[in-house]
């Protein structure tokens, strides 16, 4: 099928995470259609925190710069013994400087965020009023039977991606089972306008958590209001205005003037489907797939996840740049994030600001902390092997290894400075860990799919026949950070996570490639 003739991909649901995937899918030049129930987009007080990782993501769809001028940037997240106001030791995310270039995380809350992700699509078509009724799978599309403003309609896609929420439609017409748990407990969040700054002076971090075995809170400065994040006994009636406010001044004292701008009261889950797809052509997102409690940010944020994972793998498919296999490792990879990462680490969070047992803390050393709390440290399943973790420990960066997010370090390309995620934005990316002045055997960049970069803390002489192709790292830091030995090649998927390490040999790059896709690797023209 021809470019003109393939059908869009089909997003149901026009939150952030629907929003973010069709960004992905924009991206890499597939044709969609975002399908949203609703007239406008989410005005509700939700998704406070967005983490480093999302970060990059928006980032390579190319929606960070709208995001970043509309938030709120902090470099460290704050922890308060609520009995005696005093901080405990705080994360320091500056500790990842040379990891991302997103070495902080934001507060924006969400009816903010979503239509700076809406304005920055292209290449698609957005619906609004348009729901879904029903669909079909057949053998080379999907139909969807759509309740549009002007009556009933039908929408064939290649594929459909169900980003509808938590009580996903789609997802009841797969027959997805869903457990876990529901937890008694509710969350009540509110935004409420006071001067802690200047006239009520705090000086609180502006994300930051009042830990205590009676009560907790999270308090987080949003760019123009402050939002308190609390637990509701089992049971509990929604309080009234006054009695917000009340509960907000019990953690942070009196001041001469607060005012409430909104509320929404959250129910906890920690709840996963048994299975994500069907027959390659319909896949389950964010909530639709695993409602995880927004501790630690870890709602929104590991639905980005999803968002990052499967976009690159439809795309490299209907390029016929790999067999349908690969739609396989979506589900594979980011099944046991949902299950046991994200909502077993948003557990042990829940459980330290109450100081109860059995708590556990994220990691152990400033930089390891720092590194869990972005997520970062999500090593992905690549092998199908059970080989995944959220949770770093060792107090020095380890070598990386396959599944790790690929550190994103700065080197000199040939036309300047150059970030590893920028390389790999479009396609992946062989990073050869060796010594230019050696001449080392690196493939010419001839496919859209795979390039090859020498990287070396030696420029390459014009006269070596490296200079399209290398990588000056001066200091050897990219090389120190990623930890390999020498003569060592990193394969780098285009979602920025590592699919392989190996010795570099003669067309290493290419089989570990076409390992992974099924298919050889393309060439320019082809």
């Avoid at 059970?386 to 040939?414: F, Y």
């Avoid at 285009?494 to 060439?523: K, N, Q, S, W």
Wanted: charged share 20%.
């Amino acid at each position: 099928m021809s470019a003109d003739q393939q059908l869009p991909i089909a997003v149901v649901g026009a939150g952030p995470i629907g929003l973010t995937t069709a960004l992905g899918l924009a991206h890499y030049g597939v044709p969609f259609v975002l399908l949203e129930e609703d007239a406008v987009l989410s005005s509700d007080t939700k998704a406070g925190t967005t983490l480093t990782r999302t970060l990059e993501i928006w980032d390579r769809y190319g929606a960070v710069e709208g995001i970043l001028a509309a938030a709120l940037r902090i470099d460290e997240i704050g922890d308060i013994d609520r009995a005696t106001n005093t901080p405990r030791a705080s994360v320091q995310l500056a500790e990842l400087v040379n990891d991302t270039q997103f070495p902080f995380v934001i507060n924006l809350p969400q009816q903010t965020m979503e239509p700076i992700l809406e304005a920055a699509l292209t290449g698609g078509t957005v619906l609004k009023q348009h729901r879904l009724d029903s669909f079909e799978v057949l053998d080379d599309r999907v139909v969807l039977t759509v309740d549009t403003p002007d009556g009933v309609r039908q929408i064939e896609a290649s594929h459909l991606l169900a980003c509808d929420g938590g009580r996903s439609k789609v997802r009841d017409a797969l027959g997805a089972t869903v457990t876990g748990e529901t937890l008694p407990e509710r969350y009540m969040l509110i935004d409420v306008v006071v001067d802690l700054d200047v006239s009520n002076a705090r000086d609180y971090p502006y994300l930051a958590y009042f830990s205590d075995r009676s009560e907790w809170m999270v308090l987080i400065r949003q760019p123009n209001c402050w939002r308190f994040l609390f637990p509701l006994a089992s049971g509990a009636e929604k309080p009234g205005e006054e009695d917000m406010l009340v509960k907000v001044k019990q953690f942070i004292g009196e001041v001469d003037r607060i005012e409430l701008l909104g509320s929404v009261v959250y129910n906890v889950h920690h709840r996963v489907a048994d299975h994500w797809s069907a027959e390659r052509k319909v896949f389950l997102m964010g909530d639709a797939a695993h409602l995880i409690t927004p501790m630690w940010a870890l709602g929104l944020n590991t639905g980005a996840l999803d968002a990052s994972n499967l976009p690159w793998r439809l795309a490299w498919v209907l390029r016929g740049w790999a067999s349908p296999e690969l739609l396989d490792g979506y589900e594979q990879e980011q099944r046991p994030v949902a299950i046991n990462g994200s909502g077993e680490m948003a557990e042990a969070a829940r459980k330290y600001m109450s100081h109860q047992r059995g708590a556990v803390t994220a990691a152990g050393s400033d930089w390891a902390t720092a590194y869990t709390r972005t997520l970062l440290g999500v090593r992905l399943d690549v092998a199908g092997e059970g080989d995944w973790s959220m949770v770093m420990t060792s107090a020095e960066p380890p070598a990386v290894r396959a599944g790790d997010r690929a550190p994103d370090l700065a080197l000199q390309g040939p036309a300047g400075r150059q970030t590893i995620h920028g390389l790999c934005r479009e396609s992946f990316v062989a990073l050869y860990f060796t010594d230019v002045r050696r001449r080392p055997a690196v493939p010419l960049n001839d496919s859209p799919a795979l390039k090859h970069y020498a990287v070396s803390r030696w420029d390459a002489p014009l006269d070596s026949g490296l200079r399209d192709r290398s990588l000056f790292d001066p200091g050897s830091i990219a090389t120190s950070r990623y930890g390999v030995p020498a003569e060592t090649v990193v394969l780098v998927r285009p979602d920025g996570h590592i699919a392989a390490v190996a010795p570099m040999g003669d067309g290493v790059a290419e089989e570990l490639y076409t390992g992974i896709t099924g298919r050889p690797v393309p060439r320019e023209g082809l």
